[in-house]
């Protein structure tokens, strides 16, 4: 573009010049969560309505400009930056944030894209319902970023996906027209499920600016419990025992590694991390019940004497209170921020056939010990959903920028063909963004490829949505 | 086709004369289920692998003959059997009935595309899991044309739609290329969601020819009440009670209006229907249980009472074994019997947001009342999913034959109209098929039928793939 003035002028006239933002540090735009990206916007645009939204669209297109949509930038796959190029708009979503409805009696709220999780989670609990997707990032990602990625988190057990949560979406297309796809129903079979392929297409055919999601009622009670396990063997026979006496009301399982573990310990002193020792593996373990506290604390703890006696559980603790619980859970979700402190790492988000994560893991385990001896594996991750974090850590008190920078790329080999051999996902729940699109060009089937390539083709003839995500040039 | 012989011969070479059938009586594949159409197939192929499927389109394809993919061929819709003109192949899919796979720690199943609805629930409770999904024509209907037409059924408010129930399919595209995408995982974000595109797409975008389906662990009870209500205010209500009462223990929510209660008492006077009187509605209410038969009937005590209390309920009873509960299902399931036994009549498969239906009800009735005096509506459906079976039986005594003929179209279009009004679906568990597809024309936003046809386009670019479903030519 030989003058960009024209071009922003349009887009000031659309949304408003304080809302055309092209000056001073845009690093909160430009920058990827992990930092590992740092790109130049041709401007980064603040629509705040549908329609605003739909002519920032068509301005782009028919300038001939790439679009970046954005939500609370807290992608881990490098998805929703600019490239380092400055000829792409990214457009951000965060002003569109208003919850439009609530429909108790149909359990359902219409919420626009620029949303933050935490807020719908906390609006739909005023009013006495559960929104159940829940992420590390629920402060500050965005209900359309969870919708463009279908993002995963803890209660995926029992709720499912992003994806499994929505009935309807509204989207500006590729040539900037809006389909308001909003309706709140359960059932309908009027053709191809277009909300399905918008979903998880990481910007890529058109912007989601609001989706109708399933509410819950509030369960009345929720107990969690910490469990050692001998094996993830054990863990996986612990989780079918769990799914068969409770149901539906399993609502989190998780699975830590002895060294994860240990590197909470070590980091967070502070926090109390029960079952020290030999034992190789952990599981939080989550239950929600409609009836009582009592009648929850009763069908856990029979699992619990099941499970002991079978020998799938070694040890078990259940929360006494709220804030147990709360510890608990975050001895879990300190395991990143513990890596992080014992240094650089290499990490995946895979997932397999629950049956098959104990054989994937010995195996794969075994392979990176003869090939990197002294590595060290980070293993924990969604079991109920067969979901693990495998990453892998320097061997103590070598230099772990170097084993990031010369390691990666065969560590990476050996884990996402171990993926391949036991059908499983190179990305369980991150997505492919830009970090990992050359891998998904090796690993998806060319069948698959294909049929990918001709559909963002047929939506998006010109590449101008998030053109960088998903594929190769 | 001038001379149709070399083309067949090929096709023999494929799947075996026997497999090739262009003679005798092909009613059985010809002519839909509701007899409203009788096709001409070109032959009918009946291939037995995953290859075999994928070298009949790939015949066809060069051949430029259009297929029609068919499982039990029990759609509502005219969607599974050929044209008039004698020049497509349909494409037979009940010799790949098999089961593949059983992964109990995973909860998945594998099975092909032609295997029978009951049998997969019989092979599923034989290990001690449920397959969930459950409509009438179970004893026929297929899982491939279930995934096909995604279909609903009776559980729908636990377990979701034939859509919800599938983790991976296995698809022949319209290039008779395979598409492997049968992983089982429950979490897995590398690119465009290719599953959720096929299923519902009724054929039009290639065959699916097998799937990775989702069990449950059995219920250890079920428990099933029959309550009447004043209205379907109080029906909605009941159904907010009991869905926080429930959670995901409720498995079933049916309402039955009063006019339709009575046409099975009238013509199946040895089923002993419940609260015959002035009571606007019924209700059939399904809880399942985890725990044990005492606890669900607790549960279900406690909730009947609450409602009582709160009015919403007039009279309820409660199922005290499993034949006194398939008695008060089968009234349910009687009532299309009982209205085809009446006369011929006029149907319609709608949803709204449950929150809706009582207006959507009130105000159809009253403009159909004024409009067409003396007709009666025959209400039923999925209350649980905001599905009605809206239908419209001619006046009593009245010539059936001349009022369908003469006000179906008036009739649709009251209804079409006041389902648009309400955000609703022209056809929320039966599909389009050829028989809906002008409704869907008229009814659908521009904008996504622009996406379906461009979709379409891309997937199925020389239109051979059940070219006369979904779209007008």
Not at 86 to 98: C, E, K, P
Not at 151 to 156: D, I, K, N, W
Not at 207 to 226: D, E, G, Q, R
Request: aromatic content about 6%.
């Amino acid at each position: 573009m030989q003058d960009k003035e024209p071009f922003l002028e349009t887009l000031r006239a659309i949304v408003g010049a304080p809302n055309v933002l092209t000056e001073g540090d845009l690093s909160a735009w430009e920058l990827d969560w992990r930092k590992r990206e740092h790109g130049k916007a041709l401007a980064v645009v603040r629509p705040a309505s549908t329609s605003e939204v739909a002519r920032v669209v068509q301005a782009c297109a028919a300038a001939g400009v790439s679009l970046v949509p954005q939500g609370g930038n807290t992608g881990m796959v490098v998805g929703s930056t600019p490239d380092a190029s400055g000829t792409q708009v990214v457009l951000s979503l965060t002003r569109m944030n208003r919850i439009r409805t609530m429909d108790a009696a149909n359990l359902t709220v219409t919420v626009e894209a620029g949303c933050v999780l935490q807020n719908l989670q906390e609006a739909c609990e005023k009013e006495g319902f559960l929104f159940p997707l829940s992420l590390a990032a629920e402060g500050s990602c965005t209900i359309g970023g969870n919708l463009a990625t279908n993002a995963g988190g803890t209660q995926v057990v029992r709720y499912g996906n992003t994806r499994e949560l929505c009935l309807g979406l509204e989207v500006v297309t590729a040539a900037g027209e809006v389909w308001n796809g909003l309706s709140g129903l359960r059932k309908d079979n009027t053709g191809y499920d277009l909300r399905h392929l918008f979903i998880g297409s990481e910007g890529t055919l058109g912007v989601i600016t609001a989706a109708t999601l399933k509410m819950y009622p509030l369960p009345k009670s929720m107990l969690t419990a910490f469990a050692s396990v001998p094996s993830l063997e054990a863990a996986v026979e612990l989780l079918g025992l769990a799914q068969q006496q409770l149901h539906a009301g399993l609502t989190g399982f998780e699975v830590m590694g002895q060294f994860a573990l240990s590197l909470v310990r070590k980091h967070f002193p502070q926090q109390n991390v029960p079952f020290e020792g030999d034992d190789a593996f952990c599981v939080v373990l989550e239950v929600s019940d409609h009836a009582s506290e009592a009648h929850a604390r009763g069908l856990l703890e029979n699992l619990l004497e099941e499970a002991l006696q079978d020998g799938c559980v070694l040890d078990a603790v259940v929360a006494e209170n709220i804030s147990q619980a709360r510890a608990l859970w975050h001895i879990r979700e300190s395991i990143p921020l513990a890596q992080a402190q014992e240094g650089l790492n290499i990490k995946h988000d895979i997932s397999v056939a629950v049956s098959n994560i104990p054989d994937f893991v010995r195996e794969t385990d075994a392979q990176i010990a003869q090939a990197f001896p002294g590595a060290r594996m980070v293993n924990y991750g969604h079991l109920g959903d067969g979901n693990l974090h495998y990453n892998v850590q320097a061997p103590e008190g070598s230099d772990a920028e170097a084993f990031l920078r010369d390691q990666e790329k065969p560590i990476n080999a050996i884990v996402y063909a171990q993926v391949e051999r036991f059908q499983g996902s190179i990305s369980a729940e991150h997505g492919i963004g830009t970090l990992k699109r050359e891998k998904l060009a090796q690993h998806k089937s060319p069948v698959a490829l294909g049929l990918m390539r001709a559909i963002k083709l047929a939506l998006d003839p010109n590449n101008t949505m998030n053109p960088s995500a998903l594929f190769l040039p």
